[in-house]
């Protein structure tokens, strides 16, 4: 029985900001889900979005259902979530909120039953995952010293293994080009993507797409605002690069709606956003049916990224033949202590790529004491109504406590 869910949120200034076709970053927000069942078990998730809406929903609505709730039934606990917010929250930062409470649910259901994570989505066809490395933001520099700070940058990752790269474009249409052109330039045999986080309207995409189609970039990242799904088809008649979103799309409805439009041939679902691992691996049927293969977007800290392991551990390629390219992890390296100093179980990667964790559950742990620095806000609900919160604690004995 769940006894108690606590809500961490975490936050930590850079030291530079970093930037990309919407906006810039000069912090990281994070929002990790605890939830305790009666044999003191713990489970541990992560939710994507605005961390302290979606602590509010996890804290105020959610939480409250599930105290008393058997852990092992994590399939009926999403049903029961989404049925009870599906008239106002059948996309946004509640489903963030489920998220990584399914998640924390999925963690501690392979804890109670001694099993990996892996193991409950349906069994690993791989000990390892291939990696490519995201990174290569927009810095406040000029744009001659912004290209060669990117190609360095590039450089860095393919000397630490990494054979597939992704860079940000988006920022403007002639300093896109030039980037493009001299990634591949530069990196001749390595495989390139490109995400634009749709910065452009579909003349500009398709100018931009029939670039990245000669320069044998492997996929097109976000060309189009998610506002406009059915671009993507429209898009996809120009160019022969592959068109790659949806990681601002949620849920199996969502993505069955934006997949029969056609054009998007590589789905991106985020397992802290898109519904958690459970709704992920409906997700992943979905696309399946329609002939789609999956390469989750992953960003925060060690929870998300071990789920996406562990869903990458378990995927068949689709259409499958002898010898299949194997599914790819996308590896966040830009700054964030919060991923690389807070676990005292962690999954690094080496020679661009990673191993599949056995232990049960997700297989990482974060470090409580590691924790308190980054931490602003904590919540808790336990099964005698008890409510706790607490902003800006660090390092008080409230925060011992409660931790």
């Known amino acids: 029985m769940i006894e108690s869910i606590k809500t961490y949120h975490l936050r930590h200034q850079l030291e530079e900001s970093f930037g990309f076709s919407q906006w810039r970053y000069d912090q990281r927000n994070a929002l990790l889900v605890e939830i305790i069942d009666d044999s003191g078990a713990v489970g541990w998730g992560e939710c994507y979005g605005p961390a302290t809406v979606t602590q509010s929903a996890i804290d105020t609505f959610y939480a409250p259902l599930l105290i008393g709730w058997d852990p092992l039934k994590n399939e009926a606990a999403w049903n029961?979530?989404?049925r009870a917010s599906l008239d106002f929250a059948m996309k946004g930062p509640m489903m963030g909120a489920i998220s990584g409470l399914d998640m924390a649910m999925l963690d501690l259901k392979g804890k109670l039953l001694s099993v990996s994570a892996s193991e409950l989505m349906g069994g690993r066809v791989r000990d390892t995952v291939q990696c490519y490395a995201t990174g290569m933001y927009f810095r406040k520099e000029s744009e001659t010293d912004l290209l060669e700070t990117i190609l360095t940058e590039a450089g860095d990752y393919v000397r630490k293994g990494y054979r597939a790269l992704k860079i940000k474009i988006g920022k403007n249409m002639e300093f896109d080009r030039k980037l493009i052109v001299a990634?591949?330039?530069?990196?001749s045999d390595v495989q390139l993507m490109a995400d634009s986080n749709h910065a452009y309207d579909l003349p500009e995409a398709i100018t931009i797409g029939r670039l990245l189609g000669e320069h044998n970039y492997a996929w097109f990242e976000e060309p189009l605002s998610p506002a406009?799904?059915?671009?993507?088809?429209?898009?996809?008649?120009?160019?022969?690069?592959?068109?790659?979103t949806g990681e601002c799309e949620q849920t199996r409805y969502g993505f069955q709606s934006l997949l029969k439009q056609g054009g998007v041939q590589i789905a991106q679902p985020d397992l802290a956003y898109c519904g958690g691992p459970t709704e992920a691996l409906k997700i992943r049927a979905v696309a399946s049916s329609m002939?789609?293969?999956i390469v989750p977007h992953c960003w925060g800290t060690q929870l998300n990224l071990a789920s996406a392991v562990h869903f990458l551990a378990t995927m068949y390629v689709e259409p499958g033949r002898a010898e299949v390219a194997e599914p790819l992890l996308e590896k966040d390296l830009t700054p964030n202590p919060m991923r690389d100093e807070m676990y005292t179980i962690e999954i690094l990667a080496r020679n661009g790529s990673v191993t599949v964790p056995t232990a049960p559950g997700l297989g990482v742990e974060p470090d409580r004491s590691a924790m308190e620095k980054f931490c602003v806000n904590i919540t808790e609900k336990t099964n005698v109504g008890k409510n706790v919160s607490h902003a800006d604690q660090r390092r008080t004995a409230d925060y011992e406590k409660i931790v």
Do not use: S, Y
């Open 228 to 244: 406009h799904p059915e671009l993507f088809r429209q898009l996809a008649d120009k160019i022969d690069v592959p068109i790659a």
């Open 80 to 82: 029961l979530c989404w």
């Open 291 to 293: 002939g789609i293969n």
């Open 183 to 187: 990634m591949r330039k530069t990196f």
